[in-house]
């Protein structure tokens, strides 16, 4: 019962009306422009966050809004990994128990797509999967903002996992090998008189995995949070004509699917990225 007061108290309260309104694009201050919590300059309209009704819209540290809550995920999931880390025993607790069960399951997710070398990329992976998906689920908490909203957010992880990639592809094949696959991997007469038209091709291709995980995850998430924010919008407008101090709980529903969207997002976002350095890995390495 309390998650749903709060939820309501902080997110639809009429004080926050007018500005819940311009973040939704429904006032002038929206067209011109104007400082809704999506209207920074970075990131789509959404519902007002914690960090914009505390400091307000207008001061210098809300621009940096996303990385913020960017850095809030990062200094959770150190926490977490700290606490169990120090109190880590034999027989696990509560805790050690559950973030155990949670690196199992990705070291088993993703063993069945990279075999072997899943000991190795997991770490890198798993963490790759729960901070977007924090990220991502950051939007649907009340007083939250989800850096996933931000184009530069999702772009600066795209293009992390693209040089982690090519980085394997030259440590694991070698520089020479890794030039080797880039021309399409030749081993005839045919192949090689193919490569000044496969290189081109291929970098082409390196280049539009990043660009798609980017849109994919900044596209999704920004929907995601935009209905939720009209729906809040919508519930809000339903009582107004009788003053109350709280509206429809029409965006619940959106809620429930907006969490099982972001955890999807992450997921495809992760599994194409393990997908790209299995690309990169020895072919012999594969199974």
């Not at 300059?41 to 210098?60: I, M, R, T, W």
């Not at 849109?215 to 919008?233: K, M, P, Q, S, Y």
């Not at 619940?252 to 699917?257: E, G, R």
Request: hydrophobic share 50%.
């Amino acid at each position: 019962m309390i998650v749903p007061i709060i939820h309501k108290i902080l997110m639809v309260a009429p004080t926050w009306l007018p500005m819940l309104m311009v973040a939704t694009g429904g006032g002038h201050e929206a067209e011109a422009g104007g400082h809704g919590d999506g209207g920074h300059g970075e990131g789509p309209p959404a519902l007002p966050s914690l960090l914009g009704l505390v400091l307000g819209h207008d001061n210098a540290i809300y621009a940096w809004v996303n990385p913020i809550y960017a850095l809030a995920t990062t200094v959770f999931m150190c926490s977490i990994a700290m606490i169990v880390y120090r109190k880590r025993t034999m027989i696990p607790g509560g805790l050690q128990n559950f973030v155990e069960l949670l690196v199992g399951g990705m070291f088993t997710f993703f063993e069945s797509i990279l075999g072997k070398e899943a000991k190795r990329y997991t770490p890198f992976l798993g963490t790759l999967f729960f901070y977007i998906l924090i990220n991502n689920l950051w939007g649907l908490i009340p007083g939250g903002h989800s850096p996933s909203t931000s184009i530069n957010i999702t772009a600066t992880l795209a293009i992390t996992v693209f040089m982690y990639a090519q980085w394997t592809g030259i440590s694991r094949l070698g520089f020479g090998g890794w030039l080797h696959h880039l021309a399409g991997s030749p081993s005839d007469v045919i192949g090689w008189w193919l490569v000044p038209l496969m290189v081109p091709l291929h970098i082409i291709g390196e280049l539009a995995k990043p660009l798609s995980l980017a849109l994919r995850l900044f596209g999704n998430i920004t929907g995601e949070d935009v209905l939720v924010a009209a729906f809040v919008g919508l519930g809000i407008s339903a009582l107004s004509f009788m003053d109350s101090p709280i509206g429809l709980p029409l965006d619940l529903p959106f809620i429930f699917l907006g969490t099982l969207l972001s955890i999807i997002q992450a997921l495809v976002f992760t599994l194409l990225s393990s997908i790209y350095i299995l690309m990169m890995l020895p072919h012999e390495e594969h199974h």
